[in-house]
């Protein structure tokens, strides 16, 4: 952009015709300075010889520097293939004594102006005010503004300015451009408001905010509602009442119904051990202790005579639970089998009623207990041995050499000792022992059964890792000293070290089965003793032998014998 404050800038003053000259009062002319410069350097300047203040240029006021400005480019009209020098914009003009309270009041009225024209267009374009097709529109009207006068001091030959307008500064009212005689105003693009952050979506209104509000809270009611709903029926349908189902058939094999037959078993047992159990010197407390069980119509001394001493040891529930007519669901006869000091073993049925069938609470003996024999017993079938095969070299291995250590440190539970016999693996039997119950074991009979993967090789060969089933009949020492044989299978594993134990597990069948008193032809019973035989010493006829007898003369062979 060209300095307008520059001498080459001035307006006249030997400049060549189309140049704008300077603004304030006419300067030195430029002759001088030439004649100045042809002189050469050696010249010195006119001005240092007498040196006097030069005025400073006088300042113009600013609208008649503008129209200087505006006549200096209109002279310098571009000619073809030069560029246009641009129209300056207009510069703000505003009263002097113009508060900035009064221009801020200005501004709102011109924006609120705009926003006031605005919104008129919008419902003149509503209400289909644009110009439809087919209708011609009016010409267009150029409007030529009205040049600016020049200055006072401006030169007189400047021509007046034609087409170079400039807008008003702040101008709040739109441009519009009418469209030429022949030509369709193009239909306008839809306009819509951008919402300000966090504010509504304009469009819609107040309305439309309400019926979304209102949309989401029944939405989410109605879900809430629905939550509810369905936990209730689960929580409903995992709380109800179910039953098995079993028919009638199964409810009594398995004893599954509502009198608690566990309750009133352990009520009678409690009954027949104190039936079974009197002497002269207690009747008082006995009957006392009896009339706290029984209704008011049974025999008080539970059929004892007054004469002879009994004791029970023990009372135990057989099983039996036969229902009574006479109290349907609320009344059992219940079987106690009851072990008495000399051995003897009775079953006694004792007639039980209970009142509360859901809690077992208000039970009483309902009648006079009645002895029955003991429950028949069965043949044991015979075992078929036709597939075992016993090394006896391997048995008379273990039986020397691995067995004797083992057994020493299982019956005292020494851990260390065991480590050296035991596998890696064992069983939990095979490492905990009996600690101390037993002691002084003694290894009696042993039988190894050879697996069938090895049966047909001769001699016997054993891979690495092979298990094989043992039977081993001990005879121990007890606490009081007394020699008992007791009687265990177990797992023996080979390895490349010998033979290591890896279980025990007690107990070996009896592989001839039948019965021991065979020649009887009867299954030993008891519980035929009366209480007056029992205390006077002399058993009855049809009294069995007790066990300890039964026991000792059953045992014609080792435990593990084949």
Known sequence: MTDHNSPAGAVGGGQPSGQPGSFGPPQQPQQQTWQAQGQGRQAPAPHAANPQPQPLPQQLPSDAARAQVAAAWVRNTPRAGQAAVPSLPPRETRPQDESKKEKRERERAARKAAYEQKKAEKQQRKRGGTATAGTAPAPAVTSR?????PAANAPTGS???TTATAPAAHSTAPRTTTPAVGTSQPVPAREFDVPKPGGRISGGGRRTHVALRATLLITTCVLALGSCGVM??????????TTAGLDTADAARYRLTEFPT???????EQYAQLCMTFSPNT?????TNLARYISAGVDPNC?????GVGRAVSATWDGTAEKLPEYGDHGRYIGVQVRSADGTLTTLTVPVYVKDLKTGEGMRVAGDVGQMPMPASADVPEVDQGDEVVDDALSTQLQQ???PGYFEAWG??????????????????????????????????VVALVPASVQDTKPYAYSAEQSVQVRVAVDWKDTRGVTVRRSYRMTMVNTAQGWFIKDIRGGVIDAEGGRADSDTGSAPSAGTASPSATASGAPSPSASPSASTTTQSSRGKQPGKS
């Open 303 to 307: 059929g004892w005579s007054g004469e």
């Open 401 to 403: 050499k691995v067995l």
């Open 145 to 149: 503004p009205t040049p600016q006068a």
């Open 283 to 287: 009747s008082s407390t006995r009957r």
């Open 262 to 268: 566990e309750q009133a078993a352990a009520f009678a």
């Open 232 to 241: 209730g029926l689960v929580v409903g349908k995992s709380s109800g009442k």
């Open 159 to 161: 021509p007046r300015p």
């Open 412 to 445: 005292a539970s020494d851990t260390t000792a065991m480590a050296r016999f035991i596998t890696s693996d064992a069983s939990l039997t095979a490492t905990t022992g009996l600690a101390g119950h037993l002691t002084n074991p003694q290894v009696g009979t």
